[in-house]
């Protein structure tokens, strides 16, 4: 009986004790994101995570204003059903290229299912969900990004989530950037209050006064395009 | 050269745009006698169609009735061509209809698709419409936003671009600021 009981008093400390690292973890995590990156490096490999019309359009005008020698290699990420973005990221490669901004190939394009097409039955989606969880993790495993750069829509949440979790259990630190789109004026995306709500976010940037003064931990930067 | 200014002058095209999605109600609406009478009415003589998806095909006309000319396709790799001809541009509400109008500075109606479930688009039709760089209405209002419309008072819109972001960026990575 004894020991019983003590065979129970450790199995309790121990997932206490583990249960208070995770938070802790999580606790110390929370406090660096949005703080600006410790150690120093003058390359940094990058996500850029393409949603698809406008969402693309947006991405392609921050990418044209950084320094892209800065960020390689690069991993650029689209829906499986939108074939235009890796497009429009391939012709902006090589306009890289010609302009010797970088020198060699230093990106890659990957395709992602996506948990949910428009229309499609929630008692589906269900399956597609694992199966594009399953497929985010998976490329994430084979990037582990420094730095994540999104705008949207839900498209990028998997891979933030899962950028996030790397950094709690020390796989890989990351800086995750979220742009709202410039079409929301009132009221952030569901896609951009995850990441704002959950702290995900390292930086969260808004297109519009409005949305600035309701979410004050984003940074106004007015219109992108 | 004379003879391109001619048909510049004489030719003034509306380009009615949906991009990828299905928004009949607008090419109906477009297609409506008291819509084709206020565009005629303002000078308009030709009547273009991206009709994208949907399936209602509106009425063709080579404008001998005395009204606009009507054409319409489907989808086209030369859109940007066709906004950049046109006189008046009456688009959908997509982000990227209505930032490519601008840009080529065209006088623009946006027309907000009531049938779409999360309508959040028509957030960014209206705030751009109050700073007066377009102008914002309904399929059932459009021939009454063109009776009223007055181009002169639309502000050109001035593009705006990510700097900011990537000096906050540059920043938080430790990347000299330069």
């Not at chain 1, 939108?82 to 497009?87: A, I, V």
């Not at chain 1, 995750?176 to 995900?200: D, H, Q, T």
């Not at chain 2, 000078?43 to 009425?59: A, S, V």
């Not at chain 2, 500075?105 to 907000?112: A, R």
Request: glycine share 6%.
């Amino acid at each position: 009986m004894k020991e019983m009981d003590d065979c129970c008093f450790f199995a309790i400390a121990f997932i206490a004790i583990t249960v208070a690292i995770i938070i802790i973890r999580l606790l110390h995590v929370l406090y660096l994101t949005g703080k600006p990156r410790r150690i120093k490096s003058p390359q940094l490999s990058a996500l850029i995570v393409l949603g698809s019309g406008g969402h693309t359009a947006e991405m392609m005008n921050l990418l044209s204003v950084l320094q892209m020698d800065r960020f390689s290699p690069r991993f650029y990420i689209a829906a499986a059903t939108d074939n235009m973005s890796l497009q429009k990221a391939h012709v902006f490669e090589d306009s890289l290229i010609d302009n010797n901004v970088i020198k060699g190939v230093s990106a890659q394009f990957m395709q992602i299912y996506r948990s949910r097409e428009v229309g499609q039955s929630y008692i589906t989606s269900v399956w597609t969900t694992l199966l594009a969880t399953a497929h985010a993790l998976w490329l994430m495993i084979k990037i582990r990004p420094q730095v994540v750069l999104c705008n949207g829509p839900g498209t990028c949440i998997p891979l933030c989530v899962i950028a996030f979790l790397f950094k709690v259990m020390g796989i890989r630190w990351s800086s995750i950037f979220y742009v709202e789109s410039i079409a929301r004026v009132k009221k952030l995306s569901l896609s951009g209050l995850l990441l704002y709500k959950l702290r995900i976010a390292d930086q969260f940037f808004v297109q519009w006064p409005q949305l600035q003064r309701k979410y004050p931990r984003a940074h106004y930067v007015g219109c992108l395009m | 050269m004379g003879d391109t200014e001619d048909s510049v002058t004489s030719k003034r095209t509306v380009f009615v745009t949906v991009g990828t999605t299905c928004f009949d109600a607008l090419v109906k609406a477009v297609d409506t006698l008291e819509v084709k009478q206020e565009l005629s009415r303002r000078g308009y003589t030709h009547l273009l169609i991206q009709m994208g998806r949907g399936t209602y095909e509106p009425t063709k006309s080579l404008g001998e009735d005395g009204l606009l000319a009507v054409d319409y396709f489907t989808f086209s790799s030369s859109i940007a061509d066709h906004l950049r001809s046109a006189s008046l541009v009456i688009s959908h509400a997509g982000s990227g209809s209505i930032f490519e109008t601008l840009r080529l500075g065209k006088p623009l109606i946006v027309v907000v698709n009531e049938d779409l479930m999360d309508n959040h688009q028509s957030e960014l039709a209206e705030e751009l419409a109050e700073r007066k760089h377009l102008y914002c209405g309904r399929p059932q209002t459009l021939h009454q936003v063109i009776a009223r419309m007055d181009l002169e008072s639309l502000l050109r819109y001035h593009p705006g671009d990510a700097t900011p972001v990537a000096k906050i960026i540059n920043k938080c990575l430790g990347f000299p600021d330069d």
